[in-house]
């Protein structure tokens, strides 16, 4: 499909630039009820999931369907964490030692030691957390919870604050 991805009804009508001659008459309606875990989730990705539910919640557009799109960007998050953790203690730069070679044989020095190197090698977390990164900033707009797709959504004055049921299950 060409273009943009289509906003669905409701963020239209909570935005405020609802047009009557541009609806899908026949869109599915997702029951507003919080998304639930199918799979057990890593501690880490179980923590995420709990906030980013409350999050959802919040702004009054969680639906049980979502589940699945909340476990991916609760997994993504926990490996951001993973990552950074491992760019944390062993650098953006691994120091990798190299034997020398020179067609296939091992290339040894005056003295008879062998020749090596050591050869910066970028570390591959960092490209793992920008792939994650990438992945959850797309999800986290898919949701409304980025500073750009937030400023959008504007919720109705008379509707009551949605208590977080994840929380009470703790």
């Not at 026949?26 to 995420?48: D, H, V």
Request: proline fraction near 6%; charged fraction near 25%.
């Amino acid at each position: 499909m060409v273009g943009r991805k289509r906003k669905p009804t409701h963020l239209h009508i909570i935005q405020g630039t609802a047009q009557p001659c541009r609806m899908n008459k026949k869109e599915p309606t997702a029951p507003s009820e919080a998304p639930s875990s199918a799979i057990e989730l890593q501690p880490r990705a179980s923590f995420w999931y709990g906030v980013i539910v409350g999050r959802i919640q919040g702004l009054g557009i969680a639906s049980s369907v979502d589940s699945e799109n909340v476990m991916l960007l609760a997994i993504r998050l926990a490996e951001v964490e993973e990552c950074d953790k491992d760019i944390s203690l062993n650098g953006r730069v691994l120091y990798v030692r190299e034997v020398k070679t020179y067609r296939g044989a091992v290339v040894y020095d005056k003295e008879g030691k062998v020749i090596e190197t050591v050869k910066p090698v970028p570390n591959p977390a960092v490209s793992q957390r920008s792939e994650a990164l990438r992945h959850c900033q797309s999800l986290l707009a898919e949701f409304g919870l980025s500073a750009a797709t937030r400023a959008k959504v504007s919720r109705l004055q008379d509707e009551k604050p949605i208590i977080n049921s994840w929380e009470a299950l703790k």
